[in-house]
T-cell receptor, first 115, second 110 residues
Framework: KAGVTQTPRYLIKTRGQQVTLSCSPISGHRSVSWYQQTPGQGLQFLFEYFSETQRNKGNFPGRFSGRQFSNSRSEMNVSTLELGDSALYLC??????????????FGQGTRLTVV | QKEVEQDPGPLSVPEGAIVSLNCTYSNSAFQYFMWYRQYSRKGPELLMYTYSSGNKEDGRFTAQVDKSSKYISLFIRDSQPSDSATYLCATLSGNTPLVFGKGTRLSVIA
């Protein structure tokens, strides 16, 4: 079965612009989480959605936002981009909140470069 | 103190060696433990998933969790050059998001 799909794979944006990243979870998975990965900080949690509701939120500024649609697909948006937002953005899906199974499967990520 | 501590390495071993990768965590509420493998410029791939304390084996990989000492281990037997990657430990409790260690970079030299 198809895995987690993230689009686009690569993105170059200018400081001050905004960006929207998309994530399609594994079929049947309604829980979607987003992470930011940088060499210095590792994987840092952004937010988690289940059934269109935000379940958890990490310690990121309000410029970072997300949402989930009724088909479980999720988007995250970063407004007023800063150089420090350059990172690999990863999406993971799981059966969490539906079952006791918390195995999380990741997509290939979107590499965002802010210039 | 970070919730999950992991030695970043790098760790370099000869082909065929047994590799031991370790993490410690601070929150005794953590119940689920995972190991991910991440190749360069790829997303993390789930290797092992365990609940509570104990061992789990899958081929050349063994995951160990000791909740009394808050210690997580991954052993790789007969290591191969294709095992060269960054290994990430992760954990969560019932309602918390997945928390990751910073990853250990492993190189297996042929």
């Amino acid at each position: 079965k198809a895995g987690v799909t993230q689009t686009p794979r690569y993105l170059i944006k200018t400081r001050g612009q905004q960006v929207t990243l998309s994530c399609s979870p594994i079929s049947g998975h309604r829980s979607v989480s987003w992470y930011q990965q940088t060499p210095g900080q590792g994987l840092q949690f952004l937010f988690e959605y289940f059934s269109e509701t935000q379940r958890n939120k990490g310690n990121f500024p309000g410029r970072f936002s997300g949402r989930q649609f009724s088909n479980s697909r999720s988007e995250m948006n970063v407004s007023t981009l800063e150089l420090g937002d350059s990172a690999l953005y990863l999406c993971a899906s799981s059966l969490r909140w539906d079952t006791m199974n918390t195995e999380a499967f990741f997509g290939q990520g979107t590499r965002l470069t802010v210039v | 103190q970070k919730e999950v501590e992991q030695d970043p390495g790098p760790l370099s071993v000869p082909e065929g060696a047994i590799v031991s990768l370790n993490c410690t965590y601070s929150n005794s509420a953590f119940q689920y433990f995972m190991w991910y493998r991440q190749y360069s410029r790829k997303g993390p791939e789930l290797l092992m998933y365990t609940y509570s304390s104990g061992n789990k084996e899958d081929g050349r990989f063994t995951a160990q969790v000791d909740k009394s000492s808050k210690y997580i281990s991954l052993f790789i037997r007969d290591s191969q050059p294709s095992d060269s990657a960054t290994y990430l430990c992760a954990t969560l409790s019932g309602n918390t998001p997945l928390v990751f260690g910073k990853g250990t970079r492993l190189s297996v030299i042929a």
